[in-house]
């Protein structure tokens, strides 16, 4: 008598993540994540109920095992380390080896489709989470002292947010990890002193 193969969520979650990485949630087809996973519609049904929640689930992974950095940016000692964390931490994540360039929530926050509304609404406020994060923290550093007293922290954190978007468009679109570098180092210099 054969065994009923368990499906490893773990492992499906992530072969999933760089389905869509590669080719965007709406060119991801439910036929290619179930080869890719090697199991059948009934079962990708019964593990994840629908490919939005799959998604779902590949947002956290990827956030949990590759923008990680995020988080621990925002525990640095000056706002200035705070930004160096975060660029240079996108460098890395964004030309990591073995792994498609970009960022899979870039690559995934602009479809064509209108059937993927609601994900892209789901990106967009988890964009504004990470935004007023780095706003309060900015805000944080200038009443301490850590910001010179014009400085804008909304202003601050919009412009991480647009370099690390930037950086994530030039990683797929062919940068080297050396020119994100040097992108992170230019925004250095424009940091306030």
């Known amino acids: 008598m054969s065994r009923t193969r368990v499906l490893d969520i773990d492992k499906a979650v992530h072969t999933a993540m760089n389905l869509f990485w590669r080719k965007g949630y709406d060119q991801t087809s439910l036929a290619e994540l179930t080869a890719e996973m ?5 079962s990708f049904y019964f593990a994840f109920a629908s490919k939005d929640n799959l998604f779902r689930k590949v ?7 590759y923008l ?12 200035r380390k705070v930004a160096e964390t975060i660029l240079f ?8 080896s073995g792994m498609p360039p970009g960022c899979l929530i870039v690559n995934n926050s602009m479809p064509c489709a209108d059937d993927a509304l609601e994900i892209r609404r789901e990106l967009s406020q988890a964009r504004d989470v990470r935004f007023k994060q780095l706003r309060k923290r900015f805000r944080d550093a200038k009443a301490a002292g850590d910001l010179p007293i014009d400085s804008d922290p909304a202003e ?10 930037g950086m994530a468009i030039e990683a797929q679109s062919g940068a080297t990890r050396r020119d994100l570098e040097k992108i992170a180092e230019r925004a250095l210099q424009a940091w306030p002193a």
């Open 156 to 165: 601050l954190a919009r412009y991480l947010m647009s370099l690390r978007w």
């Open 68 to 79: 990680a950095f995020m988080n621990e940016a925002l525990l640095k000692p000056t706002a």
């Open 89 to 96: 931490g996108c460098v890395e994540a964004y030309t990591r």
């Open 38 to 42: 090697g199991v059948t519609p009934p």
């Open 59 to 65: 947002v956290d992974y990827y956030a949990s095992n």
